[in-house]
């Protein structure tokens, strides 16, 4: 019984470190601010002003606790199905290894967030952005090992190597990698089009799958137009047709997408639009209000993790177990 739940003990344990951790070195003093962050005493870029305490923006800092409980919850919610014995072959049930990855990413973005806001270091801004590539990159890869018939060893590889580079990137080159990209946004665009080919895979999706990157870029504001205006800049857009490279067959399994998976989007595109206000220029920034529009964001974009969490727990294998191999995702 013990055993059983060593994931939830061990998921609890690392963040009540991490909150030990984070409050002795708070207490000392966090060092030098980053050079994008503003003087305490001055309204910040996420529209909080800059508190001389423990925590720099402190009802930002809190609101990603949200992302705690939803990790945490995910990770109660596995060892639940362990406990009733519930046999499933979907990747998000039990104490399976793409479930775990899940739950730890998850879990990963209220501690990365809690640093950048709670600091204003350097270091705080490259864990937060590390921690949103490592939840984000999870989805769109796992659509691609399910659709490219991938096993275990290669989906973690390549999630790894990813993160690992878009890590060192950040840090030594900065938020663009260098070379004018953003990891995060794209992963956006090639999640829903790996979504696409998942529910709707054939040939000619395959083929124009990519277009569908551009309807999301649409969605955030970055028009067909402004990408044709300026291709230098948007060189990344070629990389819309990777999932359908990738996607050589049809998805083992299908998935029930209402409610959690439109509950999910439907979290999501609410807190961009409060994101969108949450910012020092937004003529609605309060700074001294105990509402911040960008911790609002953190609990809504925690729901939407969730959401999606079950939403990928309702796949159903449509295909005979001996198609597919063993250890595939």
């Given at each position: 019984m ?10 609890s344990g690392?963040f009540?470190v991490f909150?030990?951790g984070?409050v002795?070195?708070g207490l000392?003093?966090w060092g030098?601010?980053a050079?994008?962050?503003q ?7 996420w529209?909080?002003?800059v508190?001389?305490g423990l925590?720099r923006e402190?009802?930002?800092?809190l ?8 990790g945490l ?12 014995g519930?046999p ?5 049930t039990?104490?399976d290894?793409v479930?775990?990855l899940?739950?730890?990413a998850?879990?990963f ?9 709670g600091?204003h270091?350097r ?6 952005n590390l ?13 691609l090992a399910?659709l ?5 060893r290669?989906?973690?590889?390549n999630?790894?190597a990813l993160?690992s ?9 900065g938020p ?10 794209l992963?956006i665009a ?7 080919l998942?529910?709707?895979w ?9 277009l569908a990157?551009f309807?999301?870029?649409a ?5 067909p137009?402004?990408m ?14 990777v999932?359908?490279l ?12 209402t ?8 979290s ?5 639009s ?10 609605t ?6 509402f ?6 953190h609990?809504?974009?925690a729901?939407a993790?969730y ?7 309702t796949e ?5 177990a001996r198609?597919?191999?063993?250890s595939?995702v």
């Amino acid at each position: 019984m013990k055993n059983r739940v060593t994931p939830l003990r061990v998921a609890s344990g690392a963040f009540a470190v991490f909150a030990i951790g984070f409050v002795l070195v708070g207490l000392s003093g966090w060092g030098p601010p980053a050079a994008n962050e503003q003087a305490i005493g001055d309204v910040s870029r996420w529209c909080e002003r800059v508190n001389d305490g423990l925590l720099r923006e402190p009802i930002n800092t809190l609101g990603n606790l949200g992302f705690v409980a939803v990790g945490l919850l995910i990770f109660a919610t596995l060892a639940g199905d362990i406990e009733r014995g519930i046999p499933s072959s979907n990747r998000f049930t039990g104490h399976d290894s793409v479930a775990l990855l899940y739950g730890a990413a998850a879990l990963f973005l209220g501690p990365g967030s809690m640093v950048m806001h709670g600091t204003h270091t350097r270091f705080g801004g490259w864990i937060d952005n590390l921690s949103m590539v490592a939840y984000i990159l999870i989805p769109w890869l796992f659509n691609l090992a399910r659709l490219g018939r991938w096993r275990d060893r290669t989906f973690f590889l390549n999630y790894a190597a990813l993160l690992s580079l878009y890590g060192a990137g950040y840090w030594f080159l900065g938020p663009d990698l260098g070379i004018g990209l953003d990891l995060f946004g794209l992963s956006i665009a090639l999640w829903i089009i790996s979504e696409v080919l998942h529910r709707w895979w054939s040939l000619w999706l395959r083929l124009t799958s990519g277009l569908a990157g551009f309807v999301v870029a649409a969605v955030f504001g970055l028009t067909p137009s402004e990408m044709l205006a300026a291709p230098g800049e948007n060189w990344w857009v070629f990389l819309f047709w990777v999932p359908g490279l990738l996607a050589r067959q049809p998805p083992p399994g299908r998935r029930t997408y209402t409610p959690w998976y439109w509950l999910g989007v439907a979290s999501f595109l609410v807190a961009y639009s409060i994101w969108l206000t949450g910012t020092a220029t937004s003529t609605t920034c309060r700074p001294d209000s105990l509402f911040q529009a960008h911790a609002m964001w953190h609990l809504l974009t925690a729901l939407a993790t969730y959401c999606f969490f079950r939403f990928l727990r309702t796949e159903r294998s449509t295909v005979p177990a001996r198609a597919v191999p063993l250890s595939s995702v």
